[in-house]
């Protein structure tokens, strides 16, 4: 795939090597040759084993954990494709890390995201790939261009292919913003699926722990879907679905997040829960100890493959939503 007199080259590190190759199968390219490695001391090694001059390169690499590794991982084969005289560097990041930390909520607090964006731009990366900011306006952070996928045409297609034709009745389905910060993301889902939505107002005491205190809307009788951006400890999602059916009397709760970090017991959590089913985006490899039944992966890299070809070719992406 030529164009523009440049040759597309697809590159991995290691946070997410089968979703790499899921792009590239969907693109019709083979994986870049590469190696990343570590020294005995845990410094990472970076060698590209064939040319990228001139090329138009898209390294892909999730910064989930080992974020820091993950990270710095990301940070080097940029530096590695700059100094091989890469046409263009493209980093294709499905899930961003430290997305979280987006503003000073208190004094002495660092924006660890503008720093992560600093450190990718002085990397060398010329545009950046990405999907489902925790805070939109990181995009902002960004002194080159964003690419922001979303994922809700691919949770709208999977429940409107799950539930049927019966998710247009709007007495027995409705959308659940499990906190305030989500309700613009969720009411862009229910839009799209032709549902109301209502919105669980909970108070957080301290990082990954929250006391729900009241659902406001009418979820009395209806299957609930919760929908948010990334579940870490599930404990928010879980208090979120224990409250709509203990408080607001719901009938069944489902739920859907683009990133599933899925931190500590956070499985075991979501398989004790009132949940009947979590669906994640494959953005972040599942835990390779998980053998439950709840939680089920979308693939999002045919998403990504559309972008990156639009990208390649200097046409739009806001048509792929």
Known sequence: MIAHGK??????????????????TELGLELGDSTVTTFADGEVSVSINETV???DVFVIQS???????NLMELLIMIDAFRRASAGRITAVIPYFGYARQDRKVK?????????????????????????DLHAAQIQGFF??????????????????????????????????????????????????VHMGLAIVDKRRQRANMCEVMNVIGDVK???CILFDDIVDTAGSLCNAAQAI???GGAKAVYACASHGVLSGNACQRIEESCIEELVVL???????????????????????????????????ISSLF
Do not use: W
């Open 63 to 69: 910064t989930c954990k080992p974020i820091n590794n």
């Open 143 to 192: 002194d080159i261009p964003v690419d922001h996928l979303v994922g809700n045409p691919l949770f709208s297609r999977y429940y409107l292919s799950k539930f049927d034709e019966t998710l247009y009745d709007q007495d027995e389905f409705i959308i659940v913003s499990p906190d305030v910060g989500s309700v613009a993301r969720s009411r862009a889902f229910a839009a799209k």
């Open 245 to 247: 059916k203990d408080i």
């Open 282 to 316: 494959n953005t972040i490899p599942m835990p390779e100890d998980y053998v439950g039944h709840k939680i089920r992966q979308l693939d999002a890299s045919p998403m990504f493959a559309k972008a990156i070809t639009r990208i390649y070719n200097e046409t739009s």
């Open 7 to 24: 040759e597309i080259k697809v590159f991995t590190a290691n946070s997410n090597v089968p979703f790499a190759r899921g792009i590239c």
């Open 53 to 55: 001059r001139g090329c």
């Open 107 to 131: 004094g002495r607090d660092p924006i660890s995201a503008k720093l992560v964006a600093n450190l990718i731009t002085s990397a060398g990366a010329d545009r950046v790939l990405t999907m």
């Open 221 to 223: 009788g209806k299957t």
